[in-house]
């Protein structure tokens, strides 16, 4: 048989321009979440900028000092276990740890004091970057 003849008999269902299409659609959808997200934006700048009182600019200015020095305090940290860890040799070392009650657990491997201070310089490179981001969207 032809090929002509039995593809012409099949018939695809085109769409009318009434209907909605599928893209359509989903570019409604991006839009109104586009929009809803623009707003709330636009609320939160609003709550920023919308003028405080004396008393609350004063608090805000205490709570900004107290992480100014929380962050000082955090990079004083910082450098003094990056010194330490660069002016370390591996031989005679210690970690002591010791609790209220007087008690004192001491670590003399110099595998697992390396483990221990690259566990500490982590941790505090993370709490010095949150303090960084605390400082810089703080609004007095």
Known sequence: MNDLATKGTE???VTSATEPIGNIANSKQT???QKSAIQEKKEALAKILEPVTA???IRNGENFLKIAEK???LTE???DLNSFMIGRDGLKEKVQISNDNGQIFEISNSVVIDEVLNLCS???SHLVSESKEQILTFHI
């Open 71 to 73: 962050h000082r305090f």
């Open 31 to 33: 839009q109104d979440k």
């Open 122 to 124: 982590e941790k505090l």
């Open 77 to 79: 940290k910082e450098d």
């Open 55 to 57: 008393e609350q600019r």
């Open 11 to 13: 018939a695809k269902k």
